[in-house]
């Protein structure tokens, strides 16, 4: 069965163009060109992964990205022609599993397509569920729960989260993190894991200015606080 991959663009024969090229790769790929056009394409087709433009006409691929995470758990790619790193670090913060700057090659989209994908749909190898202090972490179903609460994380958070919570006490270095929810691909932007953390932190701390959970080892990287 072919993977659904949403397409939201406004730039007409780019659009085309892409769309192409990802159904000889052998995704079905359908179509938007308006942030409004795209969230009711999702609600329709239920795409497992969206690539979406930054800049759209009606609503802004920002406000469709915050949408689209509160509506489920596809994989989101942001498309700008913004290379501005405080960009890049707004578009992960809201949800955005990865980041592409425009012009970008098909033959990468392509790729970094595959691997959200890998990082979502992939069956964990060793089913467990961690206890954490308040946090409870289902690894087979990707959820966690907080005081009973289940919390809204996205699939690259929820990586993160497992590496570091399976190793309580154990420091990851930034390039441990990415390799971690990135495999090897295009790990061009160590310094992006630190929205991922940021925005973590903003949902499962309760003082994320202290966090207890994920501890920040200055000059080295993270640890997951020993709360067994």
């Known amino acids: ?9 406004d ?5 085309e163009t892409t769309a192409a090229y990802l159904r000889n790769e052998g995704f079905r790929i359908v179509t938007a060109t308006t942030g409004n056009d795209a969230l009711a394409m999702a609600r329709a087709e239920r795409p497992a992964l969206v690539v979406l433009d930054w800049m759209l ?7 469709v990205c915050r949408e689209l995470r509160s509506m489920g758990s596809c994989g989101i790619i942001m498309l700008t022609a913004k290379a501005e790193e405080t960009d890049k670090i707004i578009g992960l913060e809201i ?8 012009p970008y090659s098909l033959r990468e ?4 397509i595959r691997s959200v994908l890998r990082r979502i749909q992939g069956k964990p190898e060793d089913v467990q569920t961690l206890h954490r202090g308040e946090l409870t972490i289902v690894e087979s179903k990707c959820q966690v729960f907080k005081n009973g609460v289940e919390l809204a994380l996205t699939p690259t958070e929820f990586k993160i989260l497992m590496t570091l919570a399976a190793k309580p ?3 990851f270095s930034r ?9 090897d691909e295009f790990i061009n932007y160590e310094r992006t894991i630190d929205s991922h953390i940021s925005n973590l932190r903003k949902k499962i701390e309760n003082d994320p200015a202290n966090p207890i959970y994920i501890q920040t080892v200055f000059g080295f990287g993270y640890r997951f606080g020993d709360k067994r």
């Open 1 to 9: 069965m072919e993977t659904t991959v949403l397409l939201v663009d």
């Open 11 to 15: 730039e007409v024969n780019m659009l």
């Open 57 to 63: 006409p009606g609503k802004s691929g920002i406000e």
């Open 95 to 102: 949800g955005a599993d990865d980041y592409m700057t425009k």
């Open 109 to 112: 989209l392509a790729a970094r």
């Open 169 to 171: 006490g154990i420091v």
């Open 175 to 183: 390039l441990q993190l990415m390799k971690s929810v990135m495999a």
